[in-house]
């Protein structure tokens, strides 16, 4: 459906403008921070402030609720890479996802899980737990990529280095909208939204409770 010549072409013109700054500031191939920002603004704009936010899979540095901090009331991390540590609003828990997770029922506002559900054989699990805590009327924010993503991110992580190999030598799956909605639909979830961004080449969706 897509060139990926086409497609290196404009992530490239996007790098040019930003990787200059980014790169001194990081250790990680170079477009890892600028898919991250795309996703991170699509969830940025629908969480209120003064909520609480449970970031599932927020990798090794919480970025997400680093610049959500000053925010939100409370920010939980979870992720089997990260430390478990507390500091000021923000609390990371180091947990296997497939885990259940210390959390209590109907605690969060918001559930975030963005670029996640592809590194899982099974993620009605990991669904569900998303569901339970959330407080009634909260809601879950996704992303995750699109079949007509894998070559793009296999080209531009083991032909070009560009993104992180080993992100995406973990993919397992690669969802089509009508899996997904399935998949949260059997979670609980009724009220789904669903749309593309990044030349539809991922999923993003809002599901409430």
Known sequence: MFDIGDIVQYLGKF????????????KEPFLEPIVRRFRFEKALSLIANGSIVVDIGCGHTPNLLNRLRTHIKEGIGIDPLIKSQNYKNIK?????????IPIKDNYADY??????????????RLLKEAYR????????????????NKPVLEFLSFRLGWISSREIAEHKTYFWEKDLVSYLQAAGFTKIKHSYFELRLNNFLVAEK
Do not use: C, F, Y
Request: hydrophobic share 45%.
């Open 15 to 26: 790098a040019r403008v930003n990787s200059q700054s980014i790169l001194k500031s990081i």
């Open 92 to 100: 990371l828990i180091s947990k296997m996802l497939g885990d259940k």
């Open 111 to 124: 559930v975030t899980l963005l670029a996640v559900l592809e590194h899982l054989e099974n993620p009605s």
């Open 133 to 148: 805590l959330l407080k009634p009327g909260g809601k879950l924010i996704l992303t995750t990529p699109t079949p007509w």
